[in-house]
């Protein structure tokens, strides 16, 4: 079905169009930001009515429009993401955190006229505004950050072949979009990795005895279901592990709902998609969840809601291998727990040595909102859980 969009009751006469956030054909989730207008004295986004595909666009940059003018015609669906390889825009895919920008219309044209984008930028104003200096900081960065990759041009435009054959291969969309934002967390976050080492013997002894009686590879138990269970339980007790840091760093938002992110390993590329709503699922329903999802997430079948919403990630690398890894955190998250591989070990109870099943474990938190006791605390807290899974029933 054909959605008409119009400007709604911008509060003023007219408005000009200074920039269209969308193409045809892109997929746009319901108040996504779909072009920005600027009037005297104020810009503002105007957001979809609808998720749908832009089928066409009836607006150009610099066209005056008013209350009821028609931007957009949107054709809804309510169908998941096309195949990864075929969306348009599915880098927005792994975009969570998609933001409303405030900038006043002389921020937004500085930046227009030195094509940068606002997204990228903290503003430190109120209600995380933009000022202008804010953009000339990051254009003074940018400007040293690009004489820094031009210092470096040598290092990686480099002819390889003159050593022997090299391939050439494209990096795929999903790629190129966690690409950049693996490198702004990375370079934004201060992150700290906590390892700890937890003993499953009793869990997986439980688990197994379980899954017997399971005929159904869905239903059964996986220890994953058992760490979003504990983790669960963990950002219950400590809620900072639970929070987002704003922007301008001076407020810290807790919630008080929990949503869990798995990193998913996909043939585009890593996906995180979210379980939602975790403390009322029990670990037979979060355990056919992640089934579900992972399977969803490498068939490219995942829609847009199924990426978002996430307060804390945990990714498992322990069915492939490794005995640690320190994980990124997936900003705008304030942890993320690394689940490495279970093997015995020699323990020493006390008077010999007897083997035990460990699973490395390692929880990489954002310094500026935990600090490490805070952090040490959260970790031998989920290991506890995990010791002796009866703690989780209470
Ligand atoms: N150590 C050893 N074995 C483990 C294990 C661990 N920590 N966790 C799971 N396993 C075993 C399970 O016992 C199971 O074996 P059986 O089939 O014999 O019982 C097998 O591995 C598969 O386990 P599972 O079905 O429970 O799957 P999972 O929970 O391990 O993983 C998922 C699910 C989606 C997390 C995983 O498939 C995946 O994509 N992992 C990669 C995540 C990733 O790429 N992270 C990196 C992010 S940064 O680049």
Request: aromatic residues 6%; contains cysteine.
């Amino acid at each position: 079905m054909d959605i008409v969009i119009k400007i709604p009751d911008i509060g003023i006469e007219k408005a000009e169009v200074i920039d269209i956030l969308v193409h045809v054909n892109d997929i746009v989730e319901k108040e996504q930001s779909l072009l920005v207008i600027e009037g005297d004295k104020a810009s503002m986004e105007i957001p979809s009515t609808h998720h749908g595909k832009v089928k066409e666009i009836k607006v150009k940059v610099t066209d005056i429009v008013h209350q009821d003018s028609i931007i957009i015609i949107l054709e809804t669906i309510d169908d998941p993401l096309p195949e990864l390889n075929d969306t348009p825009n599915h880098t927005k895919v792994i975009d969570t955190h998609d933001v409303i920008i405030h900038a006043s219309p002389l921020v937004r044209r500085l930046a227009r006229a030195s094509n940068i984008d606002l997204r990228n930028i903290n503003g430190r104003g109120r209600k995380n505004r933009i000022l202008k200096d804010d953009l000339d900081n990051y254009l003074e960065n940018n400007l040293n950050n690009n004489n820094l990759s031009k210092k470096y041009d040598h290092v990686y435009n480099f002819d390889f072949s003159r050593f022997g054959e090299v391939e050439e291969i494209q990096l795929s969309k999903i790629k190129k979009r966690s690409g950049s934002l693996l490198c702004l967390n990375w370079s934004t976050i201060p992150h700290v990795t906590q390892f700890d080492e937890v003993d499953i013997t009793d869990l997986e002894a439980f688990r197994i005895k379980y899954n017997d009686r399971i005929t159904v590879k869905e239903k059964k138990i996986t220890l994953l279901a058992f760490i979003v269970k504990s983790i669960t339980k963990g950002l219950e007790k400590f809620p900072y592990l639970n929070s987002t840091i704003s922007h301008n760093q001076e407020v810290i938002f807790l919630k008080k709902y929990i949503n869990i992110g798995i990193a998913v390993d996909t043939i585009h590329g890593l996906l995180v998609p979210v379980i939602k709503d975790v403390k009322n699922k029990n670990l037979s329903d979060i355990a056919c969840e992640i089934y579900h999802i992972s399977k969803y997430a490498r068939l490219g079948k995942l829609k847009f809601s199924d990426l978002q919403g996430g307060c804390f990630t945990i990714s498992s690398l322990g069915s492939i291998g490794g005995t640690a890894f320190s994980p990124i955190i997936n900003a705008a998250e304030a942890a993320i727990l690394g689940v490495s591989k279970f093997s015995y070990k020699p323990i020493w109870n006390g008077s010999e040595f007897i083997p035990r099943l460990i699973l490395p474990i390692a929880l990489s938190y954002d310094h500026r909102i935990i600090d490490g006791a805070e952090g040490a605390k959260f970790i031998s807290y989920i290991n506890t859980l995990l010791s002796d899974v009866r703690l989780l029933l209470v």
